[in-house]
């Protein structure tokens, strides 16, 4: 079962998603069982969707290669008293710091890495055995064409290298279609989760 992200918005260029309208996430087992859990939001930006979950687990990393973004985060959470929430500035692509986590969370940030399969290698290597790997992406939209992002991710395609680093019980789902939302393209997003 995938988890429910029900009444987190994230935003994204021109266009706001309201998770909760969508019955594909309407599921939180995953998460809501977790509270004895350390989650990593790697590419966390200002924590827009991993600080609404930190009442579901023992404590979240938020992870991102911008200070600026980082240190928006570190306002919400002190703002929020949200005490089970740290930040740090981090580059997995450069360097992966000695870190295990029981869920590592990505949203709307596959894409923008160059090597999909070393990105995910990384993450694999720093679950605890059983851990979760959840992704939220775009699907593959071949009107797109942009030299820095993937134009999505075939979950096919996905599903294979994800098989390939070792995740297992991978199960992929789109849950969003928008008018305009993916470089002014009609697209639809997905949300994965994975398990070491």
Do not use: W
Not at 2 to 11: E, G, K, N, V
Not at 80 to 107: R, W
Not at 123 to 134: A, E, I, P, Q
Not at 174 to 193: C, E, L, P, V, W
């Amino acid at each position: 079962m995938l988890p429910s992200l029900r009444h987190i918005r994230f935003a994204v260029p021109s266009f706001h998603i309201n998770l909760g309208h969508t019955s594909t996430c309407d599921r939180r087992p995953v998460l809501r069982d977790s509270k004895s859990n350390f989650l990593i939001d790697y590419g966390s930006g200002t924590g827009l969707i991993s600080l609404a979950l930190s009442d579901l687990v023992d404590a979240i990393l938020l992870v991102d290669s911008s200070k600026q973004m980082l240190e928006v985060a570190e306002v919400k959470i002190s703002h929020k008293g949200i005490a089970n929430a740290k930040v740090l500035h981090s580059d997995f692509t450069e360097e992966t710091p000695e870190l295990k986590a029981d869920i590592v969370l990505m949203s709307l940030v596959l894409l923008h890495m160059p090597d999909t399969k070393v990105i995910l290698q990384r993450l694999f290597n720093l679950l605890n055995d059983g851990g979760k790997l959840l992704i939220v992406d775009f699907d593959k939209n071949d009107k797109i064409n942009h030299p820095k992002v993937h134009n999505g991710f075939s979950h096919e395609r996905l599903k294979k290298i994800l098989s390939e680093v070792g995740f297992k019980s991978i199960e992929m789902n789109t849950f969003y279609h928008g008018k305009r939302i993916f470089m002014n393209q009609d697209a639809s997003m997905f949300i994965s989760s994975s398990l070491k």
